[in-house]
């Protein structure tokens, strides 16, 4: 019974490059979130999604980042030309459920580094 | 708005010696509350959560924990450490999906 799968587990890109970060929840998981951790900071809520839905975005920078979670697929969170600053570590997380009654389960992260 | 704060940055601790690690928060309504664990290099592990109720929370890896509205905290604890503990700790808070975490506290075990 496989958690919450990240790939990739580290990515390294250019300045300017784009980078995709993948997420497939867990099996019976149908809501999916993005957080971000930036060095010795807790996680910030980004984006909340369903499939083919974005229901809460609130936390995504306005420029460059979009998530999607197609129908078929796992979860896409896209950066586009990346800067220094976007150099964190990425966690999703799926529920099954989006209430606070629902804990989220959470992978193991992919750490961008933007050189 | 809601927040979390962890007062400790790092902690150590000895092999056997209790642990206890703070968090207040700051939250409108009945909070939801959590502990996550992250060992290095892995994602947030749940320790336990509150919702209502019993304000002492059981959670696995023998850690517990206490809400006290009074005081707007929900401390973790263990009462013997085991190096396997040393990792960083992460305070929650929830609202409808959203978690808003603490900056964490590392804690070292030392023999």
């Known amino acids: 019974n496989a958690g919450v799968m990240q790939n990739p587990r580290h990515l390294v890109r250019r300045r300017g490059q784009e980078a995709r970060l993948r997420c497939s929840p867990m099996?019976?998981?149908?809501?999916v979130y993005w957080y971000r951790q930036l060095p010795e900071e807790g996680l910030k809520f980004m984006v909340y999604l369903q499939k083919e839905n974005i229901i809460d975005e609130s936390g995504m920078p306005k420029e460059r980042f979009s998530a999607e979670f197609p129908k078929e697929g796992p979860s896409i969170l896209r950066i586009q030309q990346v800067v220094r600053g976007d150099s964190a570590a990425y966690f999703c997380a799926s529920s099954p459920e989006g209430t606070d009654n629902s804990p989220l389960h959470f992978g193991n992260g992919t750490r961008l580094t933007v050189t | 708005a809601q927040s979390v704060t962890q007062p400790d940055i790092h902690i150590t601790v000895s092999e056997g010696a209790s642990l206890e690690l703070r968090c207040n928060y700051s939250?409108?309504?009945?909070?939801?509350l959590f502990w996550y664990v992250q060992s290095p290099g892995q994602g947030l592990q749940l320790l336990l959560k509150?919702?209502?109720?019993?304000?002492l929370v059981q959670g696995i890896k023998g850690f517990e924990a206490e809400f006290k509205r009074s005081q707007s905290s929900f401390n973790l604890r263990k009462p013997s450490v085991h190096w396997s503990d040393a990792a960083e700790y992460f305070c929650?808070?929830?609202?409808?999906?959203?978690?808003?975490f603490g900056a964490g506290t590392t804690v070292t075990v030392r023999a």
């Open positions: 939250y409108g309504a009945t909070p939801y």
């Open positions: 929650a808070v929830g609202a409808d999906y959203k978690l808003s």
């Open positions: 509150y919702f209502s109720g019993d304000t």
């Open positions: 099996k019976g998981h149908s809501h």
